[in-house]
């Protein structure tokens, strides 16, 4: 049946609290998440403020401590308001992540994407202080070891969402629990999704905008599985990413629902199973690893599917017959805030951040197609 397609609303207006009331205790932890979300390795900061490496690393380990004009040269070198500096936020550190990405993606690469999904956090939990964010959905959180694995789980998440069939829309299905998914403002290649969670937000997901859409879509049930399943393991990564896609197969298409149609399926039934693609929104490779795990074919069998759709040069790229699938939450979010009469310069000022930095972690969902030139945000 159809996912239901619902959206946060700002049920109530809440006082903004002063920033001259904050105490300045982020600096530390700002600093680093923002320097990384930059891009900026130790030394490169140290050479744009004028200081040495050794001063950055103090100052990001709270030894020493940024007021007056230090401060402002700071943030003058990272591009952003000292208020954003002196925000209490404590971003998810790089081991408290999930990743989707490959295994020989540089440590700096990872350390962006993260600082990048926080920062994201950042600024929604700081817009969600003027209002509520209304969901009907909740992530559960299941042990999958009591219950037998990954696909186990998919099917326990599916019966509590009263889900029956194909999901239609991934993507809603996520920001109708409360996840927040945003595409990362820089290119990742090697990055196809990040998940934080946090206060007051179930989860940011940020993925890649130029993913074909069934990889997306496996992605983004990936990322639930680890969401629904990883609150606390302790689990070596390779186990988790295997469960997380264990989950994200039975999820998006349940095994049960495809049996008949995979049993001793062959390459010369090709259009039979593009045609369960194209219906369950799941790649040609992922259906027949589906047939595999299933016992519907051998390993030879198995072997031979992978040879044939390589030649045939349908293991990469998009196919046809796909749905294209936005997020629209966090949009949403603005421009109910908005509605209610917020100016963009306050919102930019309530998320203390450039009004740049605003616009590219909305991206496409970024509400003033033709914005208004803005003053910078005051230091």
């Not at 990362?184 to 905008?209: Q, Y």
């Not at 990469?316 to 939450?329: I, K, L, M, N, T």
């Amino acid at each position: 049946m159809p996912v239901d397609t619902l959206f946060p609303t700002v049920t109530e207006m809440a006082p903004v609290t002063p920033i001259a009331s904050r105490q300045v205790v982020g600096v530390p932890a700002m600093a680093r998440m923002i320097r990384e979300a930059r891009g900026l390795l130790v030394k490169d900061l140290a050479d744009m403020v004028g200081r040495s490496s050794s001063y950055i690393s103090k100052v990001e380990a709270g030894a020493v401590e940024l007021v007056g004009e230090p401060l402002q040269e700071y943030a003058r070198a990272l591009d952003v308001s000292t208020d954003l500096l002196a925000t209490k936020y404590q971003p998810v550190p790089l081991e408290g992540a999930h990743f989707r990405s490959h295994t020989s993606t540089p440590m700096r690469v990872r350390k962006q994407a993260v600082a990048e999904a926080n920062w994201a956090h950042l600024f929604l939990q700081l817009l969600l202080d003027l209002g509520e964010f209304n969901h009907p959905r909740a992530v559960p959180q299941v042990d999958a070891d009591l219950v037998g694995g990954g696909g186990a789980v998919a099917d326990i998440v599916r019966r509590t969402w009263r889900i029956t069939g194909r999901v239609e829309n991934m993507t809603s299905l996520l920001e109708s629990a409360g996840v927040f998914v945003l595409t990362f403002p820089h290119d990742h290649r090697h990055v196809d999704a990040v998940t934080v969670r946090g206060e007051n937000i179930t989860a940011v997901i940020m993925i890649r905008d130029d993913l074909p859409p069934e990889r997306r879509r496996w992605t983004l049930a990936h990322e639930l599985g680890h969401l629904v399943m990883d609150d606390s393991s302790t689990l070596e990564p390779r186990m988790l990413e295997a469960r997380a896609d264990a989950f994200a197969g039975q999820f998006l298409a349940p095994f049960e629902d495809l049996a008949d149609d995979l049993d001793n399926i062959t390459p010369s039934q090709i259009e039979r199973l593009d045609s369960l693609r194209r219906y369950w929104g799941i790649s040609l490779a992922a259906l027949v690893r589906t047939a595999f795990n299933g016992g519907c074919i051998t390993e030879h069998q198995y072997r031979y599917w992978f040879r044939v759709l390589n030649a045939q040069g349908r293991l990469r790229g998009a196919r046809d017959g796909e749905w294209v699938e936005r997020p629209q939450a966090a949009g949403m979010l603005v421009e109910n805030l908005r509605d209610e009469g917020y100016s963009l310069q306050e919102l930019v000022g309530q998320a203390r951040t450039r009004p740049g930095d605003l616009e590219r972690r909305l991206g496409s969902q970024w509400p003033w197609k033709a914005a208004p030139t803005l003053t910078a945000v005051p230091r």
